[in-house]
């Protein structure tokens, strides 16, 4: 049982250079989530998904953009990486059904760029 | 501007002793309170979670009161162990988006 699984688990970039972090869930989740960890700031929420084919900006969205094509899948790209895109990137998902609503974690890309 | 105010943001506790971590929230609207752990170099998971309808919920070690009119809520944990040291975050919901506290890092002295 996979859970939630991302891609890659570490990664260095170069100032100006993209990537696309990948996260899949078999869960059959509707809501998917992208945050993002710093010391002392807590997990904040980029992007997320209501469902397949949906994206909403969360509190830090500058700089990222997202995809959600199959309802599994949930993709976030960095189009021209930024030091301060330095982090730890957390993707989520979690079920609309009954009244638990659990977010369940992957275990993180580490990012650095320099 | 930060949804859910979490203190302390570090925590040092005997063995045996009781930890709490308290956060603190605006929004009336949050209807879900959830308090994950996070071993390092893991991704957080649900410890225990309350709704607001209930001012404490119990499980095991680990007790949330829930303070609706103070918009407060904290975390106890009992009979403290080395095996608690880890990051704790707490969280308030709407419509399953989750704002997370900054943070409290444990760590329980043998």
């Known amino acids: 049982n996979a859970g939630v699984t991302q891609t890659p688990k570490f990664r260095v970039l170069k100032t100006g250079q993209s990537m696309t972090l990948l996260c899949a869930q078999d869960?059959?989740?509707?809501?998917m989530y992208w945050y993002r960890q710093d010391p002392g700031m807590g997990l904040r929420l980029i992007h997320y998904?209501?469902?397949?084919?949906?994206?909403a900006k969360g509190e830090v969205p500058d700089g990222y953009n997202v995809s959600r094509l199959k309802k599994q899948n949930f993709l976030l790209g960095l189009e021209s990486a930024a030091p301060s895109q330095t982090s730890v990137y957390f993707c989520a998902s979690s079920s609309t059904e009954g009244m638990n609503t659990e977010a369940f974690f992957g275990q993180g890309t580490r990012l650095t760029v320099v | 501007q930060q949804q859910v105010k979490q203190s302390p943001q570090s925590l040092i506790v005997q063995k045996g002793g009781i930890s709490i971590i308290n956060c603190a929230y605006e929004?009336?609207?949050?209807?879900?309170f959830p308090w994950y752990q996070q071993f390092p170099g893991k991704g957080p998971a649900l410890l225990i979670a309350?709704?607001?309808?209930?001012s404490e919920k119990k499980e095991g070690r680990f007790t949330i009161s829930f303070n609706k009119s103070a918009k407060q809520f904290s975390l106890h944990i009992m009979d403290s162990q080395p095996g608690d040291s880890a990051t704790y975050f707490c969280?308030?919901?709407?419509?399953?988006?989750?704002?997370f506290g900054s943070g409290t890092k444990l760590n329980v002295k043998p």
């Open positions: 929004n009336t609207a949050f209807d879900y």
């Open positions: 309350i709704r607001p309808d209930v």
């Open positions: 998904s209501v469902g397949e084919g949906t994206t």
């Open positions: 969280a308030a919901s709407n419509f399953n988006k989750f704002y």
């Open positions: 869960m059959n989740h509707e809501y």
